[in-house]
């Protein structure tokens, strides 16, 4: 499988781009809001990419991280859910509202992507809702995606045969982060995964810019037995 494609950005579609590796072009499928946030054509760009096999068809799909890659992944087991549901789910929320929204069940922020509708919404959460702490998790430990190469000239396709996410430990930064490690903390103080994932999602939604602290503290008000 190819997991990440790295070289320069060729040309730009209305849901797709060019990517020239040494010569080479790729059409890669993008969200809107991975669109918005692609270089200049003619700059570098890397992204980790997810290949749909079909009879008569290769495609090849790029996000930026591989929480959102594994997002796709997820969204697209579920029945109703192809790869163009699954990009304008992404797009319209991003990996980190789709992971609030799942967790807290919030199947209306899913119904309003493209496409999708109550029934699918409430079908991708009922199916995904104990799978978002796992994802969520990865925020801390995912190497950065998009970010130019070096060269275009020297840029590479990557054949990965399994996510990087278990490489050589990193000191995490950013939401993502914060997100995993309130997840890890408060599974080591006995929380189960699910009923974690909906209280960090729903103190990071309370507070995008949370460090781990805030939200493990945020987490455990809202988890404290009520009355």
Do not use: C
């Not at 969520?136 to 995606?145: D, K, N, R, T």
């Not at 309130?182 to 209280?199: D, V, W």
């Amino acid at each position: 499988m190819i997991g990440r494609i790295s070289g320069r950005l060729d040309w730009r579609g209305s849901d797709h781009i060019l990517i020239d590796v040494r010569g080479v072009g790729y059409i890669v499928y993008v969200s809107d809001r991975v669109m918005a946030g692609l270089p200049g054509t003619g700059e570098a760009v890397s992204l980790f990419t997810d290949l749909l096999v079909r009879e008569d068809n290769l495609q090849l799909f790029g996000f930026p991280t591989l929480v959102e890659k594994e997002w796709h992944r997820l969204l697209m087991s579920v029945q109703g859910i192809g790869a163009k549901a699954s990009l304008a789910i992404l797009g319209a929320l991003g990996p980190d509202g789709v992971s609030r929204a799942i967790a807290l069940g919030d199947w209306n922020a899913i119904a309003k992507a493209k496409g999708v509708g109550p029934k699918t919404g409430q079908r991708v959460v009922n199916e995904l809702k104990d799978k978002a702490h796992s994802v969520m998790a990865m925020g801390g430990a995912e190497p950065a995606s998009g970010t130019p190469a070096r060269d275009p000239a020297d840029a590479e396709v990557i054949e990965q045969a399994a996510p990087p996410v278990r490489a050589a430990p990193r000191r995490p930064a950013g939401a993502g982060a914060a997100q995993s490690e309130a997840l890890s903390a408060l599974g080591n103080l006995g929380y189960a995964p699910g009923e974690a994932a909906s209280a960090v999602a729903e103190a990071a939604g309370a507070d995008p810019d949370a460090t781990t602290e805030t939200l493990i503290r945020a987490a455990l008000r809202l988890l404290a037995p009520k009355g």
